[in-house]
C-alpha cells in the first residue's frame, strides 16, 4: 500500500510525416501513448490537430512521396484504477458509440453492435466498408479524432478519479499506523508502569518480612522483660525481708545496703530502656501497618494499569481489523486494475479498427493519385497521338486499369448507399415506432386524472359546485356525481369548467350537466369543524395542525372541507375568492331559529365555509376570537349551526373531526339530533389539544343548542367528574365520539393517570447511567447551585405543588381508552424552511451552514449583542401569547408555528428565570422573545430586562414580532424549553428544522421528538437533543453544562447533530398516516355493522 500510484496518461494525437524507401504515398502517423507512473498535472490539457479534408488534400499534393504506413500502439501500464461496478460496461459500451458515430460521419458502413458480448463490437471488414466515393474527394475528418480523443479523455479522467480515492486510502492507512504506533508507545509505558509496580510490590514484601522479624525480636524481648519483672518482685521481697530483720536484728553493714540500692537503680535504669526499646517497636509496627495499605493501593493501581493495557489491546485489535479492511480494498483495487487493462485492451482494439480505416483511406488517395497520373497521362497520349505500338499498348493497358478501378469505386458507392438506405429504414421505423407512442400517451392522458392543476383550483370547483346545491339548481345525485368527478380530479369536469369561464351560470350549469361519465373514489369524504385555521383565524396551535392535517390529507387523495366561524378580526385577505352563498341557513337556539350566512373561499388550497351568524348578540363580531364571557353560547351555537349546513347540503361525509372544547358539542348534537334526521353517514373523530381548558359551564345552558340536559347531566355522559351541577364539553366528545385523540403519545399517557404532584427531587428519574453520572457531575461543579440568592424557590415550591395528569378526566379516558390515541403533531414544512424563508438575511441548509452564521452575526448586530466571538453559543427562548379561556386576549397579528406558549408557571417559568443567569455562568449568550398575560409575571420579567438592557450578552423582548422569531431560529445554536408539561410543542421541531439544538424536559410531546444525546439506551440515529427529567435547577444545569461542554469541546460532533436535526423529517406526512388509518378503520368497522344489520 506504500507503493507509488501508477497512473494513465493519454498524449494527444501526434501526426508527423517520415520518409521511407519503400513507400511514395502520404501516411498519417497517430500514436497513443501512456505513461505508466503517474499523472501529469490537471492543467496539461490535451491537444489535437484538426484534419479536414480541404488540409489532407494540400497533404497529398504537396506531401514527401515517400512515408512509412500508418502505426498505431496503446502502451499501458497494466495497474490503472476504474469505477467501481459496471464502469468497465459502461466505458465499453460508450466506446463502441463512438466507433460507430466515427463510421457513420464518414459514410462508412457498419455492422450492427452486439451489446452483450463487448469483445464482438469490432466493425468487421473495415477494408470493404471504408473506400472514397466516386470523384475521390472524400477523405478522413478531424471531427472523427475529435470524438476518439474526447473518449479516451473520459477513460484517463475516471482512472484519475480512481488513483485519487487510493491516495485518500493510503493517507487513511498512514494515519490508522500513526495511531497504532501511538498506541504501542502508550502501551510500553504502561508496561514500564508494571514493572515498576511490581519492583514496589517486592520491596513491599520484604519490608513485611522485615517486620516479621521485628516482631519475634519484640516477643523475646517481652519475654526477657517479664521474667526481669519477676526478678524485682522477688528482689522487693528480699528488701521487705531485710526490714523485717532490721527492726528486729540489728542494722548490717551500710556497704550492703549501698550495693543492693544500685543494684536497685541499675535495674530500674534497665527497664526505662526497655520501655523506651517497645515504644520504638511499636512505632515500627504502625510504620509496617501503613506499609501495608500502601501495598493494597499498588494493587488496586496495578490492577486498573491491566484494565488500561486490555483497553488499549482492544483498541489494537479494531485497528488490525481497519487494517484488514484495507487490505480487503487493496484486493478491490486490483480487481479494477484488471477492469482498467480489459477497457485499454478495448481501445487497442479501436485504435487498430481506426488505423485500418486510415490505411484504406491512404489506399484509396494512392488509387485516387494513380488514376490522376493515369488520365495526365491519356491526355498526352491523345494530344500528341503516338502511333507507336509500345505507346498503343501503354493506353490500352491504362484504360484496363482505369476500368477496374471505376469497377471498384461504383461497388464500394453500391456498398455504401445500401447502408445508407438501411440506416433510412430504421430511423423511419423508430420514427413510426415514436408516433405511434405519443398518441398512446395522450389517449392515456384523457383517461388520467388532472395532476397539474393546484388544489386551489379543485377546491374552488367544490364550492361552485356546493353553491348550485344549496341554491337548489342542481339535484342531490347531481352534485354527488360532480363532487366524485372533482375528487379524483376527473379531467371531464376539469375542461368542463376550462369551457365554462366565459359562460354565464345558467350555460356553466347546463354545461356540467351535460357530463354522464363518473367513477367512484377510493378516498375519504373529510370535514373539520373548528374554531380555528392559519393563517386567516389563528390564535395558537390548533390552528397550525387544522392547516396542516388538512393539506396533508389533501395530499394524499381524500376530499377535505373546513368549516369556521366568520369572525370579524379574521385576516380576509388570506382567504381566496370569498363569496356569500344565496342561501340562508335556519339553525335552532334558546328556542326559536336564527338564520346563518354561509360564505365560501379557499385558504392554503383547502375549500372552507364561514358561518356568520344573524344573532343579536353578535356572536363572532366581538373583534376577538376567545375570552367572551358567553364562549359556551357563542361555540355551541356555532357547532348546531356546521351540522345543520351539512343537513341541508346533502353532504355524506365519512369523518366529521371536531377540535377542543368549542366544537366538542358535534359529538352530542349529531347522534343525538341530526343522525335521526339522516345525517348518519359519519364516523365522529373529536382532538383534544389541552385538557386544561375544557370549557365547563352550569348544566342549565346546555339547553339553549337543544339537547336534553337531563339525559346528558349524568356521570356517564356529560357530567363534570368533579362539579355534579356542571356539564363538560370535552367528557361529552370524549364519551359520544367513535374517535377520540390528542397531539402526543406521551401526553395521552399522562392525562390517563390521576393527578400527580410534580416532585423536585429524584423519585421519577429513570435516566441512563451514563446521563446519571454527568448530571451528578455537573452537579457537583462549582456554580451548579443557584447563585440568585435563591430567586428560583418561590417557583420551585409552585413546581412542587403543581398537580399534572388529566384534569379529573383520567377515570373517563381509561373508560374509552380503546379509542383513545396519541399523535404527534407535525409542522408544515414549507412555511418553516431555512432555505426558503424570505424574513432570513441569509438562506441556508443542512448541506451549507455557513449562512447561519451570517444570520447569527445578524441577530447580533441587530439586538447590539457582542459579536466578538462568533462561536460564542447562543441560546433562545421564543414564546408568545395561547388560547386561555378565562382572560381576554386582544390579537395582534399572524402568530406562526410555534408560538404557542406563554409566560405562565406551566411553562417553567422559574427555569427560565434560572437559565438566564446559568448561560451567563457558562459564557454564552441569551435571548427571549414573548410576554406573559399574568400580571405579576409580566412586571418580574420586565425588571430582568431592564437590567439587562445594555448587556452584552442578554437581551429580553417582552412582545411578539414574526419576522424577529424567523431570524432567532436561524441564528439560535440552543433552544431552551424547559415545560412543567407540554401537549405537544411545535418550537422544538422548527429549532430542529433551523439547526438549533432543543434543551427540554422530559414531558408531553416534548418527549416524543427530543432524545438525549447521552442517553446510550436509545439507537444513535434518534439522538437529537438534550433532556431532564425533574423540573428543578439541578436538572436543567445538567442539560445546559452538557450542551455547553459538547458545543465547545467537540465542534465537528456538533455539526453532525445540527446536520441530524436539520434532516429530520417533521411533517405532516407521518401524522397524517396514523389519521387516515383510524379514520379508514372506523369507517370499515361502521360499514361492517350497517352490512350485518
Not at 430511423?427 to 388532472?450: C, G, I, M
Request: hydrophobic residues 35%; negative net charge; aromatic residues 8%.
Amino acid at each position: 500500500m506504500a507503493s507509488k500510484l501508477s497512473t494513465c496518461f493519454l498524449s494527444p494525437f501526434l501526426v508527423s510525416q517520415n520518409s521511407s524507401n519503400n513507400n511514395s504515398t502520404d501516411h498519417f502517423n497517430v500514436r497513443f501513448l501512456f505513461s505508466s507512473r503517474r499523472f501529469l498535472p490537471a492543467s496539461c490539457k490535451m491537444r489535437h490537430r484538426s484534419f479536414s479534408s480541404q488540409y489532407k488534400r494540400q497533404r497529398v499534393k504537396k506531401g514527401s512521396p515517400e512515408q512509412p504506413p500508418t502505426n498505431a500502439a496503446f502502451v499501458s501500464s497494466g495497474d490503472e484504477d476504474t469505477e467501481p461496478g459496471d464502469a468497465s460496461t459502461d466505458s465499453e459500451s460508450s466506446l463502441n458509440e463512438e466507433i460507430v458515430d466515427v463510421a457513420e460521419n464518414n459514410s462508412v458502413a457498419v455492422e450492427h453492435i452486439d451489446e452483450q458480448d463487448l469483445g464482438s463490437t469490432i466493425v468487421p471488414d473495415l477494408n470493404k466498408s471504408l473506400a472514397l466515393d466516386r470523384e475521390g474527394e472524400e477523405q478522413l475528418s478531424g471531427d472523427q479524432l475529435d470524438n476518439l480523443i474526447s473518449m479516451i479523455r473520459n477513460a484517463e479522467k475516471n482512472i484519475h478519479l480512481l488513483n485519487e480515492a487510493r491516495v485518500q486510502a493510503l493517507e487513511d492507512l498512514h494515519k490508522i499506523l500513526g495511531e497504532k504506533e501511538a498506541l504501542q508507545g502508550e502501551i510500553n509505558v504502561l508496561e514500564m508502569r508494571l514493572a515498576e509496580t511490581d519492583a514496589r510490590i517486592k520491596v513491599a514484601t520484604q519490608e513485611k518480612i522485615h517486620v516479621e522479624l521485628l516482631e519475634d525480636q519484640l516477643q523475646k524481648l517481652r519475654n526477657e522483660l517479664s521474667q526481669r519483672g519477676a526478678f524485682e518482685n522477688s528482689k522487693l521481697d528480699t528488701n521487705e525481708n531485710q526490714k523485717k530483720l532490721l527492726n528486729e536484728e540489728p542494722v548490717p553493714d551500710n556497704s550492703s545496703i549501698i550495693s543492693l540500692s544500685k543494684e536497685l537503680d541499675s535495674l530500674r535504669t534497665e527497664n526505662l530502656s526497655l520501655n523506651n526499646d517497645v515504644q520504638a517497636l511499636k512505632t515500627q509496627l504502625n510504620n509496617i501497618k501503613n506499609t501495608d495499605e500502601r501495598v493494597v493501593m499498588l494493587e488496586k493501581e496495578r490492577t486498573f494499569l491491566e484494565s488500561s493495557l486490555k483497553e488499549l489491546e482492544s483498541k489494537l485489535s479494531i485497528s488490525q481489523e481497519d487494517v484488514s479492511k484495507l487490505s480487503t480494498l487493496k484486493v478491490e483495487c486490483k480487481d479494477l486494475y484488471e477492469k482498467v487493462e480489459n477497457l485499454q485492451g478495448l481501445l487497442d482494439k479501436s485504435t487498430k479498427q481506426a488505423d485500418q480505416a486510415i490505411l484504406v483511406l491512404q489506399q484509396n488517395q494512392e488509387l485516387r493519385k494513380k488514376v490522376d497520373k493515369l488520365e495526365e497521362s491519356l491526355d498526352e497520349a491523345n494530344v500528341y497521338k503516338l502511333s507507336s505500338e509500345k505507346m498503343h499498348q501503354y493506353n490500352e493497358l491504362m484504360q484496363q486499369k482505369i476500368k477496374l478501378l471505376e469497377e471498384r469505386l461504383q461497388r464500394s458507392d453500391e456498398e455504401i448507399h445500401s447502408y445508407v438506405q438501411l440506416y433510412q429504414e430504421s430511423v423511419k421505423e423508430f420514427q413510426d415506432t415514436l408516433n405511434s407512442l405519443k398518441e398512446e400517451s395522450k389517449k392515456r392522458a384523457l383517461d388520467e386524472p388532472v395532476d397539474d392543476m393546484p388544489w386551489e383550483f379543485w377546491s374552488r370547483l367544490l364550492l361552485i359546485i356546493e353553491g348550485w346545491l344549496l341554491e337548489k339548481k342542481i339535484s342531490t345525485s347531481e352534485a354527488k356525481l360532480f363532487r366524485e368527478m372533482v375528487w379524483k380530479r376527473d379531467r371531464h369536469i376539469h375542461d368542463a369548467y376550462m369551457a365554462c369561464k366565459k359562460k354565464n351560470e345558467r350555460e356553466a350549469v347546463s354545461t356540467f350537466l351535460s357530463l354522464t361519465s363518473s367513477s367512484m373514489s377510493s378516498g375519504l369524504h373529510v370535514i373539520h369543524i373548528a374554531a380555528e385555521m392559519a393563517p386567516v383565524a389563528k390564535v395558537g396551535g390548533l390552528g397550525d395542525v387544522i392547516t396542516g392535517i388538512g393539506k396533508a390529507l389533501q395530499k394524499r387523495g381524500h376530499l377535505v372541507e373546513i368549516i369556521l366561524p366568520k369572525y370579524d378580526c379574521m385576516q380576509y385577505d388570506r382567504v381566496q375568492e370569498l363569496r356569500v352563498l344565496d342561501v340562508v341557513v335556519e339553525s335552532y337556539f334558546d328556542g326559536r331559529l336564527f338564520k346563518n350566512k354561509v360564505w365560501v373561499g379557499t385558504v392554503e388550497g383547502l375549500p372552507v365555509y364561514f358561518i356568520e351568524p344573524h344573532h343579536p348578540d353578535k356572536f363572532f363580531w366581538r373583534g376577538e376570537f376567545y375570552g367572551e364571557r358567553d364562549d359556551f353560547k357563542r361555540f355551541s351555537f356555532f357547532s348546531r349551526a356546521a351540522l345543520e349546513l351539512l343537513l341541508q347540503a346533502g353532504k355524506k361525509p365519512d369523518i366529521i373531526h371536531c377540535h377542543d372544547w368549542q366544537t366538542a358539542f358535534v359529538a352530542p348534537l349529531y347522534w343525538d339530533l341530526y343522525a335521526p334526521k339522516g345525517l348518519n353517514s359519519a364516523r365522529i373523530c373529536f382532538t383534544c389539544h389541552n385538557f386544561e381548558y375544557q370549557g365547563t359551564a352550569h348544566a342549565s345552558e346546555l339547553a339553549s343548542c337543544g339537547l336534553d340536559v337531563q339525559q346528558l347531566n349524568r356521570p356517564d355522559r356529560m357530567q363534570d367528574n368533579s362539579a355534579h351541577d356542571r356539564i363538560n364539553p370535552v367528557k361529552g366528545a370524549i364519551v359520544f365520539s367513535n374517535i377520540v385523540t390528542t397531539v402526543s403519545p406521551s401526553y395521552a399517557q399522562e392525562v390517563r393517570t390521576a393527578e400527580i404532584i410534580c416532585q423536585c427531587d429524584g423519585t421519577l428519574n429513570r435516566r441512563s447511567s451514563r446521563v446519571r453520572e454527568k448530571e451528578e457531575e455537573s452537579a457537583t461543579k462549582p456554580g451548579s447551585e443557584a447563585r440568585d440568592g435563591g430567586r428560583g424557590a418561590h417557583w420551585c415550591g409552585w413546581a412542587r405543588r403543581r398537580r399534572i395528569g388529566g384534569k379529573g378526566l383520567h377515570s373517563t379516558l381509561n373508560f374509552h381508552s380503546k379509542k383513545f390515541v396519541g399523535i404527534l403533531n407535525g409542522i408544515d414544512t414549507d412555511t418553516w424552511n431555512p432555505a426558503t424563508d424570505t424574513f432570513l438575511k441569509v438562506q441556508y441548509n443542512a448541506n451549507d451552514l455557513q449562512g447561519k452564521a451570517e444570520n447569527k452575526v445578524a441577530l447580533r448586530r441587530h439586538l447590539a449583542l457582542s459579536f466578538a466571538d462568533a462561536r460564542q453559543p447562543l441560546i433562545v427562548l421564543i414564546l408568545g401569547l395561547s388560547r386561555i379561556s378565562d382572560a381576554k386576549l386582544q390579537i395582534l397579528g399572524d402568530y406562526n408555528v410555534g408560538c404557542i406558549t406563554r409566560l405562565v408557571p406551566q411553562k417553567g417559568v422559574h427555569l427560565i428565570r434560572h437559565a438566564i443567569y446559568r448561560t451567563l455562568e457558562l459564557g454564552g449568550q441569551f435571548v427571549l422573545l414573548g410576554s406573559s398575560p399574568v400580571p405579576h409575571i409580566q412586571r418580574e420579567f420586565e425588571g430582568i430586562a431592564n437590567h439587562f438592557q445594555n448587556h452584552d450578552h442578554i437581551r429580553l423582548i417582552l412582545k411578539y414580532d414574526e419576522s424577529l422569531s424567523h431570524s432567532i431560529y436561524a441564528a439560535s445554536d440552543m433552544f431552551i424549553i424547559p415545560s412543567i408539561f407540554e401537549p405537544c410543542g411545535l418550537t422544538q421541531m422548527i429549532a430542529m428544522r433551523y439547526g438549533s439544538i432543543p434543551i427540554t424536559r422530559k414531558t408531553g410531546g416534548l418527549n416524543d421528538s427530543v432524545f438525549d444525546f447521552d442517553d446510550d439506551t436509545i439507537p444513535l440515529q434518534f439522538r437529537n437533543g438534550y433532556t431532564f427529567l425533574n423540573p428543578d435547577e439541578q436538572g436543567l444545569n445538567s442539560a445546559l453544562d452538557r450542551a455547553f461542554n459538547h458545543y465547545k469541546n467537540n465542534p465537528e460532533s456538533w455539526h453532525q447533530l445540527v446536520y441530524k436535526d436539520m434532516t429530520m423529517d417533521w411533517s405532516w406526512d407521518s401524522s397524517a398516516l396514523q389519521y387516515e388509518e383510524l379514520y379508514a378503520k372506523s369507517v370499515a368497522r361502521a360499514r361492517a355493522t350497517t352490512i350485518r344489520a
